[in-house]
């Protein structure tokens, strides 16, 4: 990588105090970006808008979905505006650039029936099955990210009041409930046969000492160990590759939605900034309903609408 290249991404790391992960996803998109533009025998400094565009071309014939060109375009893009400004180009080549619109997909939630098979598969009352349990239970009840559950210190836990503090995007901090199910499920965890038993004698970190949620060795769970845990259980009761952490999120959220909560709620409760964002669940609900209602009324029978 050229070395404009990597004090770009030690810069958003360092004064953006953007995280690892998406640090990695940009030099990921960058990485691409440089070998397509040293392919045509330019440097960087050396990019018009006709190449960004031809670029863009590209990723489209190499079948990346559009969601995946945008953030393609957001980390060229951004790259090229620090250049100009730390004087590594006279122009912006991709300051004018659009991706197009992307599609919104809908989440794929689960059936309220396929939520209560894998939230029955967990089996045992051992330490490690206690957490298992508890890690889908508050998943499904609250809606927490998986980047959420595993950042949960004990702090963060007030069971007396059914409450969770959970930190979301840029660190945002926000009050979750939790529900009958979860909390007799946290309770089993937090107690001396729960996460007691899987605690070393000496921590390794202090932030280990602190965390809700530990791996076999003692150490806070990370968010690979919790998929890896959320996958084992789909596996068992045949969800296999539909189910995410990030599924029992939306399946949360479409729930409560098709029970009749409020949409401000739901946006409260999944830490979305902004009410479009949780709009899109209020479609998947929708199309629920047309679905319910088409296979039952005899008069519905074959029509899809528009």
């Not at 960058?30 to 670029?55: I, K, T």
């Not at 001396?192 to 530990?214: I, K, M, N, Q, Y």
Request: hydrophobic share 40%.
């Amino acid at each position: 990588m050229p070395a404009p290249v990597e004090e770009y991404l030690s810069w958003i790391a360092v004064e953006r105090g953007r995280s690892e992960n998406t640090v990695a996803a940009y030099r990921r998109d960058l990485v691409a970006y440089v070998e397509f533009v040293h392919g045509r025998g330019a440097a960087l400094g050396d990019v018009s808008e006709a190449m960004v565009q031809d670029y863009l071309a590209y990723l489209r014939a190499a079948g990346r979905a559009p969601s995946s060109i945008a953030r393609a375009l957001v980390s060229v893009r951004s790259l090229h505006r620090f250049l100009v400004d730390e004087g590594y180009a006279g122009s912006d080549p991709a300051g004018e650039v659009a991706a197009g619109r992307v599609p919104q997909g809908l989440p794929k939630a689960l059936s309220e029936e396929e939520v209560d098979r894998l939230l029955g598969a967990v089996v045992g009352e051992d330490a490690v099955a206690r957490r298992d349990r508890a890690i889908l239970e508050v998943l499904y009840g609250t809606g927490l990210r998986i980047s959420e559950l595993v950042g949960l210190s004990i702090t963060d836990v007030a069971l007396d009041d059914g409450l969770l503090r959970a930190f979301g995007k840029g660190s945002k901090e926000r009050v979750v409930p939790v529900g009958r199910m979860a909390h007799d499920a946290l309770t089993a965890w937090l107690s001396t046969s729960g996460r007691a038993a899987l605690a070393p004698e000496r921590w390794a970190r202090r932030g280990d000492a602190e965390a809700v949620f530990l791996n076999a060795r003692g150490g806070r769970l990370s968010r690979q160990g919790a998929w890896g845990i959320v996958r084992r259980y789909g596996d068992r009761v045949g969800l296999g590759s539909r189910l995410t952490p990030h599924v029992l999120r939306h399946s949360c959220a479409t729930h409560m939605l098709d029970r009749g909560a409020d949409i401000r709620a739901v946006q409260e409760l999944l830490g979305h900034a902004s009410i479009s964002t949780t709009q899109v669940y209020t479609k998947v609900s929708t199309e629920r309903l047309r679905r319910v209602y088409e296979d039952a009324h005899p008069r519905a029978k074959g029509f899809r609408g528009r």
